[in-house]
């Protein structure tokens, strides 16, 4: 198993509609864990934080499931300037951090 | 305005030839970190610095070299770049370790001749 896997996409997905993504990971001694935004070409942003106790910030939710080891994204009422590659990010613990390969999502008008 | 900065944005090179990439950041971050990405392998880390003085190897370390002379700069050295060094290069920062948010710079789009 990779050590964090993400569905490379693309997601072409409604301008309005919730969009999902899943992200999981190898390690279930796992520490912490992100997701970063990325537009092309440009450097990586913090979306989220992901907590045990799930994570909600307007539009957009993470979740954590250890026993499952995955993360998750989900983006309600999404708009055209959601279109970007979304990356799963991992402390493995002893500061080995793995991002993933990304997600991308395009929002068609 | 808080940031991490890069130099060069773009540099066109030759087998052999050293260079250095120059990272440097303002938020008095002591954890930072070299990342390189490219198509189809994502970001992977090269090296790593927890403190002034202290680096250490990331994930695909091997022929780069890094200092952390002063808490603020974290250089990344080439000394004989090779075409498969031809990647986008990232410098990010954090407040104190890989657990907390890291801050990236813009890249460095670096091709190896």
Redesign the interface.
Known sequence: RKEVEQDPGPFNVPEGATVAFNCTYSNSASQSFFWYRQDCRKEPKLLMSVYSSGNEDGRFTAQLNRASQYISLLIRDSKLSDSATYLCVVNMGDDKIIFGKGTRLHILP | EAQVTQNPRYLITVTGKKLTVTCSQNMNHEYM?W?RQDP??????IY?S?NVEVT?KGDVPEGYKVSRKEKRNFPLILESPSPNQTS?Y?CASSLS???N??F????TRLTVL
């Open positions: 970190s990342y189809g392998l994502g970001l992977r880390q790593y927890m250490d986008l990232f370790s890989s657990y948010e890291q990236f710079g813009p890249g």
